[in-house]
């Protein structure tokens, strides 16, 4: 084999490097670590001991799809004098042309070492690999998920001793492992079988002389630590924009014992359900969750873009989508949670006192369609004329004698200055009306709470005069904020609020005014997802300061029949790229909704439906009780004892913490009667549906009683329950079974005496 010198280079190389730090986590976090299309490869320490026995572990998850090659390094470190380990995929006549994992080293007859795994245990899910070299017992053994796959002869041990640098995911240029990674270790010993099978689902944290590398990956950075070793770093390649081709992903905080599969991460010493069994008379039910279907949730999930204008075919297209594959067309509603209208001030407020909701035949047909097809509404005004084919600010208003300026051709456009304060007074009559008409939780989802600026968003404004920014920031805010108590609102959070530039570097005012929205309750929006020259560090930055504090609601920046998108620095090829790296910036943000953007629609169908699937399984929020301990017969009066714990399968989080639902969301149990009705419910006030995050189940110990209930025979029903509309259900379970048109989970009988 040939000698790769220039991994040794790039390794030396990495003392020179300034540690660029994105996100960070708790040390003893389980996190993994993702190799994305462009990556090439993570460079680590030298395998430089001499011993003859090793192990070497590691979690692993291959993206489907992109990992079919007859040859690609997963981990390994071989030299010209073939000393050294390789992971890897291959497909030769060693192993009759399978496509599969393979173990490879030589020991000091200059043999091979090999082992063969079927790539299917390790795509798509997460599985544990192991392989031991023992010198003493001229052995080596294979390890899927803690238990022996294959052993074989290994006399001598293995060669070590090489200088050259462990590479993961790239060894030589193209093909590379796509796909994550997790707690990576090298050991200069011969693990037993009781060893591995008791530490692989935890970290090592004790500093074990055996253990010359780990990678534990919890921080996200280029430079990666290892925790065991004298080298205390391994590098992400290129240097350029790594971060763009290498993702990261904690999935689970502090625990003791991990347990990864497909669809949950799980773990026992922390947030275990507090002896449950042990609760005298109580009757312990585990939940199957339901991991695809759609749930109408607020806040999460896919968002439609329409306008009072749309073509009159607009619904009768999107009931009908071709999707290569699928022999039925599909229909929009079946995956799309909210319809977002953005539309001009104008439309919904053509002359003083007369508003859209109740004239424009266009946009209440939107609106009725959208309710037909169970979807809430979002809204954003846009106030600015330029680039329009129409004043989007109403005529009365510069009637009235509001000053602005005008653009486009023959200056034709008119829009008002946001400092004006006749313009301010009528936009204030305008919002208040607004919100009069649409302060509705179970009617809208989300209103963009600012609608000023170049399309809305905030950035290439124009003044009377410019040091009016702060003041007219704060206004506008307060102003949406003192109208739609209920509703959440939103802001861009762009790296120019409120200034008269649309690009260049962040204003250094930018993250404080921010950060006034924020206080007032307002939720993160971006426009410009997939964008790599728009969408940078600092506006990753500030979704990794209010991840899980405030939600994020994603807008794709590239608009593929109208943009130049070929010529994003992330090379996209093909639109299904376009889409994979929206997608990528929304799961690297955690965000809770990503949308349908209009004329966009049909390409997420016909080019990436898996991830238009992945999203609704994975993304945003989704809620389940995974154990409940509940006793099984009652006397009337008596104080009862419930345990219960819950997960979250999405990477956003159920904002009940925002201002405008101030934890209004909570777990509530109930006893059904044998008509369907729910006669009492009982409220645990302990729960808090914001920390639910994935990876990290919540459990509650919940002490009430039952009174005023006739004797007799009920079923035991829980719901995540809305306490200001009389506890009826407000949020969607994701179990696979037994839930009730009204939302309520239905467990098992329970006597009333």
Request: proline share 4%; hydrophobic share 40%.
């Amino acid at each position: 084999m040939k000698k790769f010198d220039f991994l040794v280079q790039s390794f030396l190389l990495t003392v020179t490097l300034v540690l660029l730090s994105v996100m960070s986590y708790a040390s003893d976090d389980f996190c993994a670590w993702e190799l994305k299309t462009g990556h090439n490869g993570i460079t680590g320490t030298p395998l430089t001991f001499t011993e003859k026995s090793m192990t070497l572990e590691l979690w692993l998850n291959m993206a489907e799809g992109k990992n079919e090659t007859e040859k690609m390094t997963i981990l390994g470190t071989m030299d010209s004098n073939n000393r050294g380990v390789l992971l890897s995929l291959r497909k030769n006549a060693e192993n009759n042309n399978a496509l599969e994992i393979r173990f490879f080293a030589v020991n000091p007859q200059k043999a091979n070492i090999l082992f063969f795994i079927p790539v299917s245990e390790f795509t798509g899910k997460w599985g544990h690999l192991a392989f031991v070299v023992s010198e003493a017992e001229n052995k080596a053994y294979a390890y899927v998920n803690g238990n022996l796959y294959s052993a074989t002869t290994a006399t001598g041990g293995w060669i070590g001793n090489s200088n050259i640098a462990l590479a993961i995911g790239s060894w030589y240029s193209d093909p590379k492992l796509y796909g994550k990674i997790a707690d990576v270790r090298v050991w200069k010993t011969a693990r037993t079988a009781d060893e591995i099978k008791t530490n692989f689902r935890k970290h090592i944290e004790e500093n074990n002389p055996d253990l010359v590398v780990n990678y534990q990956f919890t921080s996200y950075q280029r430079e990666i630590s290892n925790v065991a070793g004298s080298f205390n770093y391994a590098v992400c390649n290129p240097e350029l924009n790594w971060n763009l081709y290498h993702g990261h992903e904690i999935l689970a905080q502090k625990p003791t014992d991990i347990s990864i599969n497909q669809y949950t991460v799980t773990w026992s010493g922390k947030n275990t359900l507090a002896a449950d069994n042990e609760i005298t008379g109580n009757y312990i039910v585990t939940i199957e969750p339901e991991t695809g279907k759609n749930l109408r949730n607020p806040l999460t999930g896919w968002v439609l873009y329409g306008s009072p204008g749309s073509a009159s075919d607009f619904w009768t297209k999107l009931d009908n989508i071709s999707v290569p594959g699928v022999s039925n067309p599909v229909q929009i509603a079946d995956y799309a949670n909210t319809l977002y209208i953005r539309t001009s001030w104008t439309a919904l407020n053509p002359s003083e006192g007369v508003y859209g909701w109740n004239t424009n035949t266009g946009l209440k047909w939107m609106i009725d369609n959208a309710r037909q097809r169970g979807m809430r509404l979002a809204f954003r005004v846009v106030v600015d004329s330029r680039d329009k084919s129409e004043d989007f600010t109403p005529k009365y208003v510069k009637d009235a004698g509001a000053e602005g300026f005008t653009s486009g051709s023959n200056n034709q456009r008119w829009s008002p200055y946001p400092d004006d304060p006749v313009f301010q007074a009528k936009y204030a009559k305008f919002v208040e009306a607004f919100a009069q008409k649409f302060n509705d939780p179970d009617a809208v989802d989300f209103i963009d709470g600012f609608g000023l600026g170049l399309w809305g968003e905030a950035h290439n404004m124009r003044y009377k005069n410019y040091s009016n920014r702060e003041s007219v920031l704060k206004w506008v805010v307060d102003l949406y904020a003192k109208h739609f108590t209920k509703i959440p609102l939103a802001i861009n959070y762009h790296r120019l609020i409120g200034t008269e530039k649309s690009w260049g570097s962040p204003d250094s005012e930018s993250e404080r005014l921010l950060e006034y929205a924020f206080s007032k309750g307002y939720v993160l929006r971006q426009d410009a997802f997939g964008m790599t020259d728009y969408y940078q560090q600092w506006e990753k930055n500030i979704a990794a300061k209010w991840v899980f504090k405030r939600p994020v609601i994603m807008e794709g920046g590239w608009v593929t029949n109208s943009h130049s998108w070929w010529n994003d620095p992330r090379g996209y090829v093909t639109v299904a790229d376009v889409r994979q790296g929206e997608f990528d910036d929304s799961k690297e943000a955690r965000v809770n909704t990503m949308d349908f953007r209009i004329n966009e629609v049909n390409t997420w169908f016909e080019s990436s439906f898996n991830l238009v699937k992945e999203f609704i399984a994975e993304g945003g929020y989704r809620l389940y009780p995974d154990r409940l301990s509940l006793p099984k017969e009652v006397n009337s009066g008596s104080m009862i004892t419930i345990a219960h714990r819950w997960n979250n399968l999405g990477w956003g989080y159920c904002p009940a913490n925002i201002p405008v639902w101030n934890q209004k969301y909570k777990v509530a149990f109930g006893l059904m009667d044998g008509n369907g009705n729910v006669v009492t419910s009982m409220v645990d006030n302990q729960t808090d549906l914001s920390k639910w995050l994935k990876g990290t189940p919540s459990s509650y110990v919940f002490t009430t009683s039952i009174s005023g209930v006739p004797v007799g025979l009920y079923k035991w029903v829980v719901a995540i329950v809305d306490v200001t509309k009389n506890n009826v259900p407000g949020i969607q379970i994701s179990a696979k079974e037994n839930i009730t048109a009204t939302g309520w989970l239905q467990l098992f009988d329970v006597k009333i005496k």
